[in-house]
């Protein structure tokens, strides 16, 4: 049986990546390789490139060599976050990180894919949200429309296809519900039974 995917017929006119074609222009050959180099010794600097270039970054946010933003002017960072060495956003639709989120070594954020059903594989892209108190561990992708939810951890090398909730940990491929997470000190509030521990989920 021969295959009826016919990758000629791809057309990509539609999408609308947010700026003009001189603008991505000088972001691929200027900007991000100041943003990618190890050259470049202050994070600050990082953070004034990706404003400079249309992202909304908030205070105290640290951005490590290698980091590879596909369009910034689709990137939004809350305060006092860390993003690792050789993350890649990948953010063909918008990336919304909150307050005090890390995204650890080549975590990988990626919101575009194809959709299967079409013979000529049209792009299908959706946001990625990743809420306060998160940690996207290294290695780890996160698929197009996941929203890791506010605390959750999707730890190293997992791939999360489906959304987590909120103080979550999930592992593996695809990554799954393993345990929540509990902070050390951190009073039980009975009206928020999701940061309890629990042998049984629902």
Avoid at 39 to 65: D, E, H, I, N, T
Avoid at 94 to 122: E, K, M
Wanted: net charge positive; glycine share 10%; hydrophobic share 45%.
């Amino acid at each position: 049986m021969t295959s009826r995917v016919d990758l000629s017929l791809f057309n990509n006119d539609a999408y609308r990546p947010g700026r003009s074609g001189l603008w991505q222009a000088v972001w691929f050959f200027l900007g991000l390789p100041v943003l990618r180099s190890a050259l470049v010794p202050f994070s600050g600097l990082r953070v004034k490139l990706l404003r400079l270039f249309g992202a909304r970054v908030g205070r105290g946010v640290v951005v490590k060599p290698g980091v590879r933003v596909k369009y910034p002017w689709r990137l939004t960072i809350g305060d006092h976050c860390w993003i690792g060495e050789d993350c890649w956003i990948d953010n063909v639709a918008d990336v919304r990180i909150g307050t005090s989120v890390c995204l650890s070594q080549a975590s990988y954020l990626c919101t575009g894919n194809h959709d299967w059903t079409d013979p000529a594989f049209a792009l299908a892209a959706r946001e990625i949200v990743v809420e306060d108190g998160a940690w996207i561990g290294a290695k780890a992708v996160v698929c197009p429309g996941v929203i890791v939810r506010e605390g959750a951890i999707v730890v190293a090398g997992a791939v999360a296809a489906r959304s987590v909730l909120a103080w979550e940990i999930h592992a593996g491929n695809p990554a799954k519900f393993t345990r929540y997470r509990r902070l050390r000190g951190a009073a039980v509030n009975q009206d928020e039974p999701v940061c309890v521990l629990s042998s049984v989920r629902k």
